[in-house]
Structures are given as C-alpha cells and as structure tokens.
C-alpha cells in the first residue's frame, strides 16, 4: 500500500511538472514571436526605404529623398525604443519598486488616467465611474496612477469594437479597494491565475493581434504588493473581466 501511494505521489508530481515546463516553454515562444515580429516590422521598413533612395536615385529629388529618409529615422528610432525597453525590463529583473506613500484622491487619479485615455482610445470607450469623491488613501500617487492606467489601458485593447469600463472603488474591513470592469473579451479560467505573471499573454496562436510584452499586470501586482495589498482578476470568456485592487489602510 505504501509504495503504491508513493509511486502514485511520484506521478502526480512529474505530471505537475511536465504541465508546468509545457506552460512556460509556450510563454516563452509567445514572447520571442511577438518580440521577432516588432524588431523585425522597422528594420524592414527602414531597410526598404534606404534601397528606394539608392535605387531609384532620389538623390536628385531632395524632396523625396527627405520623405525617405524621414521614414528610416523614425523606423530606427522605434527600434531603438524597444531595445531600450527589452534591456530595461532585463536590468529590472531583481529591482523592487521603490514607493513613497502620500495622502491621495483616488477619484482624481481616476479621473487623470480616463481623460488621457479618452483622447489615445481609437474606439468607442464608455465610461462609469462610481468613485467616492473626497475619499484618500495613503498610497505612491505615480505607482498608483500608472497601475489604474494599465488597468484601463488593458480594458481597452482586449475589447471588441466598443467597450464600456465601470470603476468603481469602496472602503473595506482594513482597507480600500478600486474595481476595474469591462465587458471584453474576457479571460479563460486556466489563464487566470498567470497574468500576473513576467511576460505572460494569453496564447493566441503565433501572432498577437494587439501588442504588448506581457508586463502590465505584472507591474499592478507589483504595486499591489509593494503597498501591502493584492489584486485579482474574475472573468470568463467572452464575458468581460473583473479587476480588483486592494490595499490596506495606513
Ligand atoms: P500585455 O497587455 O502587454 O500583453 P499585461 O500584463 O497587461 O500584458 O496582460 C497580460 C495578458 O492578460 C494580456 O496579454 C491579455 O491576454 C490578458 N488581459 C489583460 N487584461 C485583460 C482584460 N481586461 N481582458 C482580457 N484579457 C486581458
């Protein structure tokens, strides 16, 4: 009986384990795709621009020339841009936030983060915000904001055409807590529990229609844990997702 239990108990692990590497080996894939194909989109650009200009002689039309040569620079300067974020997110690897807690609306904040959303959004976004208005908390007012912003910022990108987002926030036993809802596309139960994760996307396949590297809910929980408190998702499929951030009272 013993050793049936035991080898039993074996099994269970290396099948834990097995399902454990499987996921990451595709989280890792997932990555080096999306990665591959947003180094790869410039560099073509620019490179097609720079063999049109020698080609073709445009030396002779400085207009033109300009027009292309405008088109590499800033295809370069993308570039450039997201090395600097890759080596920033490897350089950050160990490093804690560091956070200075100061006595904040969470209504303004709030209200800051939807007007610049309202002028980028590319899509109908409607809005319900049921925040206390003169409520304060003891939190970092940029790690909060930048955290409300990644919240909404992924509200809005996981949607369909429209998109309406209720946030809205509540004292609780020992704390205070922000809710963030939308009616996207929701996420499987499965998926749940990892996109808290470094780098992790929901798989799509080998592309992601929308771009991302898989560090903005990564940064929330951060920020949640750095103040003491968490954050947690509810969601299912098709049917919109339920962000919670919970802090603790100072
Ligand atoms: P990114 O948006 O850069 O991919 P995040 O860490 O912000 O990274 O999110 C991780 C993953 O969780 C996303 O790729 C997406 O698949 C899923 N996700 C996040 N927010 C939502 C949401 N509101 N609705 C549906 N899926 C979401």
């Keep these: 009986m013993l050793l049936l239990v035991l080898t039993g108990s074996c099994f269970v692990l290396v099948w834990h384990t097995l399902r454990a590497q499987h996921r990451l080996a595709e989280v890792k894939n997932d990555f080096?795709?999306?990665?591959?194909?947003?180094?790869k989109t410039p560099l073509a650009t620019a490179t097609a621009a720079v063999e049109t200009l020698d080609r073709f002689g445009?030396?002779?039309e400085p207009s033109k020339a300009r027009t292309y040569l405008r088109i590499a620079r800033t295809e370069l300067r993308r570039l450039a841009d997201l090395v600097d974020q890759v080596l920033t997110i490897?350089?950050?690897e160990r490093a804690h936030l560091v956070l200075h807690p100061e006595v904040v609306q969470p209504a303004n904040l709030v209200q800051a983060a939807v007007s610049r959303h309202q002028l980028q959004a590319g899509k109908p976004?409607?809005?319900?915000?049921?925040?206390v208005p003169d409520d304060v908390?003891?939190?970092d007012r940029f790690h909060l904001e930048g955290a409300i912003n990644n919240l909404l910022d992924n509200a809005i990108k996981y949607s369909t055409e429209s998109?309406?987002?209720?946030v809205s926030s509540r004292r609780t036993a020992g704390g205070w807590q922000l809710t963030v809802q939308d009616d996207g596309i929701g996420i499987a139960g499965s998926d749940q529990a990892a996109v808290f994760d470094r780098f992790f996307r929901v798989p799509t396949g080998n592309l992601h229609p929308v771009k991302g590297f898989g560090l903005g809910l990564y940064y929330v929980r951060q920020?949640?844990?750095?103040?003491?408190?968490?954050?947690?998702?509810?969601?299912?499929l098709?049917?919109?997702?339920?962000f919670t951030l919970w802090l603790p009272a100072a």
């Design 58 to 60: 445009l030396q002779a």
């Design 223 to 236: 920020v949640a844990e750095g103040h003491g408190g968490r954050v947690a998702v509810r969601s299912a």
């Design 90 to 92: 490897a350089a950050e």
């Design 32 to 39: 080096i795709n999306n990665m591959t194909h947003e180094l």
């Design 137 to 139: 908390i003891r939190a």
């Design 163 to 166: 998109v309406t987002i209720q």
């Design 238 to 242: 098709g049917q919109g997702s339920t």
């Design 125 to 131: 976004v409607y809005y319900r915000l049921e925040m």
